[in-house]
């Protein structure tokens, strides 16, 4: 069975413009979620999607947002983009929702300059 | 508030020794817990989880975690390193009120010849 898959998996992209990412998960995991990671921060949880709806969200600005399609894949999109978004964005795939057991994808590093 | 503290930043190790990592939790409930590792510009492996019962848990490429309530702790160990397992190995606690992955700093492994 194929893992969790993130496109791109590298971009940089000027502040100011916005971002879409996107990550397919585990075929069957109906539940992806998002993570970002930076030296300073660390790990820290964005949000996950469940049915095409948001259930769950961290404390990030409403730049950051997402969406899920029927097939379950996810996008996450950040508008104005700030120095402080580079990061690698981890997506996160599991079975069902708020679910304990994650299967993370490959991430994308994204370079904001 | 809910943690994860990995108390040690940076950690070197000969091949062939043994290894622990060190995990503490801050956390009212029964924590369900994990340790991942991720390699320069990957994602996150699941290496070991716990949920219930046996305090001891196997892994995958031979590690191993004890659960201690009474400490509040999820220690990684294993008998002998190899260079392949020089990584970022992180610790996290499932939250069930945020319903998502708390993960500790990281702890980054070297290991010399």
């Known amino acids: 069975k194929a893992g969790v898959t993130q496109t791109p998996r590298y971009l940089i992209k000027t502040r100011g413009q916005q971002v879409t990412l996107s990550c397919s998960p585990i075929?069957?995991?109906?539940?992806v979620s998002w993570y970002q990671q930076t030296p300073g921060q660390g790990l820290q949880f964005l949000f996950e999607y469940f049915s095409e709806t948001q259930r769950n969200k961290g404390n990030f600005p409403g730049r950051f947002s997402g969406r899920q399609f029927s097939n379950s894949r996810s996008e996450m999109n950040v508008s104005t983009l700030e120095l402080g978004d580079s990061a690698l964005y981890l997506c996160a795939s599991s079975l069902v929702r708020q679910s304990p057991e994650q299967y993370f994808g490959p991430g994308t590093r994204l370079t904001v300059t | 508030a809910q943690s994860v503290t990995q108390p040690d930043i940076h950690i070197t190790v000969s091949e062939g020794a043994s290894l622990e990592l060190r995990c503490n939790y801050s956390y009212g409930a029964t924590p369900y817990l994990f340790w991942y590792v991720q390699s320069p510009g990957q994602g996150l492996q699941l290496l070991l989880k716990y949920f219930s019962g046996d305090t001891l848990v196997q892994g995958i490429k031979g590690f191993e975690a004890e659960f201690k309530r009474s400490q509040s702790s999820f220690n990684l160990r294993k008998p002998s390193v190899h260079w392949s397992d020089a990584a970022e190995y992180f610790c996290?606690?499932?939250?069930?009120?945020?319903?998502?992955?708390?993960f500790g700093k990281g702890t980054s492994l070297l290991v010399t010849p």
């Open positions: 996290a606690v499932y939250s069930n009120s945020g319903y998502a992955l708390n």
């Open positions: 075929s069957g995991h109906r539940s």
